[in-house]
């Protein structure tokens, strides 16, 4: 059995004493381990890195083996790494990935999504975190958790959306809210387009995504959420 595909490595971890065991998102294969022969070496440490977009071969006697990939790098997040907010972030994307993906099971349209993101937090645009939102919204869609934020569940109406339902995941109105307001979650305005996105927005955004994320954990995954992903909301929190 053998393939060729392109991603970006998620994660890596020592196998032996001379390699590795290798993470990737591809773009056709989803997510997917494999072996690196002499992946411990100073050579490939480079192009192991999480965050980095590669080419590799993977080869297995059975489809259902580990097997093992051969690697080539295609482009660098290095960028990342002298931003320490920009690492977190990439720390988190890569960590979702893992968290919330099934193994072997291609997610094309969040591939498409996803390459993007790596490709400006490598960068370290100061405008990611926001795109690192709409991402999680993304990903919620994939996970059959999306979101519907296009008009108020109770009257129909596409103006004032002030709050989200905690059990169904749809916008309300501020005036149809009324006194069921505590119990619903705040729809920050950036996620409807309105407006440049604040620190804190995002990090509101971030608490409600979270709340969706967490109800697809209890269902389907019985684990919290990655440590990397809080680490960022802190850290955003912190420069709100």
Not at 76 to 102: E, H, I
Not at 175 to 184: M, T
Not at 188 to 197: R, S, V
Request: proline content about 6%; overall charge neutral.
């Amino acid at each position: 059995m053998d393939w060729h595909d392109r991603g970006t490595i998620l994660s890596t971890r020592p196998h032996g004493e001379t390699s590795a065991i290798v993470e990737v998102f591809t773009a056709e294969h989803g997510r997917h381990a494999g072996v690196v022969r002499g992946g411990a070496s100073r050579k490939m440490a480079a192009t192991l890195q999480p965050g980095h977009h590669v080419s590799l071969g993977w080869r297995a006697r059975l489809e259902d083996h580990l097997g093992s990939f051969s690697i080539e790098p295609l482009r660098s997040r290095a960028g990342a790494m002298s931003d320490r907010l920009a690492l977190m972030g990439l720390n988190a994307v890569c960590a979702m990935l893992g968290f919330a993906l099934p193994e072997r099971e291609p997610h094309p349209r969040l591939y498409a999504a996803t390459e993007p993101l790596f490709d400006v937090i490598g960068l370290a645009h100061e405008g990611w975190p926001v795109d690192y939102l709409q991402w999680e919204m993304a990903l919620l869609e994939e996970l059959g958790f999306g979101l519907d934020l296009s008009r108020c569940a109770l009257t129909g109406g596409r103006e004032d959306l002030a709050y989200v339902s905690p059990r169904t995941g749809r916008a309300v109105a501020r005036q149809a809210a009324g006194d069921w307001a505590p119990r619903l979650l705040p729809l920050p305005q950036c996620l409807l387009g309105q407006g440049p996105a604040t620190v804190a927005e995002i990090v509101q955004g971030l608490k409600l995504t979270g709340h969706f994320l967490d109800l697809f954990a209890a269902e389907h995954s019985r684990r919290a959420l990655p440590e990397a992903r809080n680490r960022l909301i802190d850290a955003l929190a912190r420069q709100g």
